[in-house]
């Protein structure tokens, strides 16, 4: 797999505001509270690839491979049982107090299950907390995020452990340590803004910023609708392609920096998203890296 290659969310509208989908070979965690629909963007994302001829290993802390069935054919998505017949879908249902050392008993369960590169892995949810002593959560986790890396792209459900108003800290390791995280809030007020995803961390990738209402729906699952206006903020500006030529034209004489810089501008004009004239930071730039060639 290439780096620049993307896998498609199947979340129908967070593709366009994640560059094309996550990053191969990534950690995504899915947080948010009970009932905001963790468990449908997993399965959402796991029958996407599916469908488009990929294979899923899907472990389940929570519910058995008939709850899941269950879960699928109520909205809608009864090819789930063509899939497991297939064997392109492998569903483990665990209990984290019968794991030894998750670390290593997790990673093995999926390569057993799936003996293949390139698959779209689900924990739903992980239930990290009860797994560990407080000095070796993180040395653990980090071990499980690395293996998994290396199988797949892996969509971690998380959910959000509170003390009255509070979201207990133990809680948040897994978000320092993931490539992207999308979080699912459910207000309960039945408005349009009942239902928020916000992309709070998307490593490497222009992304999103506002908050996206969703909603639910049978026999589709989670349908974003971000306003077209929000979708235009995250395209490259090509208004300003001139400034970045005259930018790259004036780095010809600067000889090996020139040449590292005038790629650095091109990727700059790539992710340029804004409606600010970038002709003040590239002269900035520019006059900043002349000191640097006059001995």
């Known amino acids: 797999m290439k780096k620049q290659d993307r896998i498609s969310t199947g979340i129908y509208g967070l593709d366009d505001l994640t560059g094309g989908g ?17 468990t449908t963007f997993a399965l959402q994302y796991s029958l996407f690839g599916l469908g488009h001829g990929g294979k899923v290993v899907f472990v389940s802390f929570e519910m058995s491979e008939e709850q899941i069935i269950r879960d699928c054919i109520d909205i809608g998505w009864e090819e789930i049982g063509y899939h497991i017949e297939q064997g392109n879908l492998k569903i483990i249902h665990l209990f984290g107090e019968d794991l030894t050392f998750p670390s290593l008993d997790i990673i093995e369960m999926v390569r057993k299950a799936m003996p293949a590169q390139n698959l779209r892995i689900v924990i739903d949810p992980l239930t990290y907390p009860t797994f560990y002593s407080e000095k070796e959560e993180r040395k653990s986790l980090s071990t ?3 293996e998994l890396r ?8 998380l959910e959000d452990l509170e003390d009255g108003n509070h979201i207990l800290e133990g809680s948040t390791m897994p978000l320092y340590l993931a490539d992207t995280v999308v979080y699912l809030q459910n207000l309960g007020f039945g408005e349009m803004y009942d239902r ?11 992304h999103g910023d506002s908050l996206y209402p969703y909603s639910i729906e049978t026999g589709f699952g989670i349908v974003l609708r971000a306003s077209q206006k929000q979708i235009e903020r995250l395209k490259p500006k090509t208004k300003f392609d001139e400034q970045f030529k005259e930018a790259i034209e004036k780095t010809i004489t600067m000889g090996e920096i020139g040449k590292r810089l005038s790629a650095r501008i091109r990727v700059l004009q790539k992710n340029w998203t804004r409606d600010e004239d970038p002709s003040h930071i590239l002269k900035l730039v520019l006059e900043e890296e002349k000191k640097d060639t006059v001995k």
């Open 144 to 146: 499980i995020f690395k």
């Open 150 to 157: 290396k199988l797949g792209t892996t969509v971690i459900t």
């Open 22 to 38: 996550f990053r191969g070979n990534t950690i995504n965690v899915v947080r948010g509270g009970t009932g905001v629909g963790k």
């Open 196 to 206: 928020t995803l916000r992309i709070m961390k998307h490593r490497g990738s222009k």
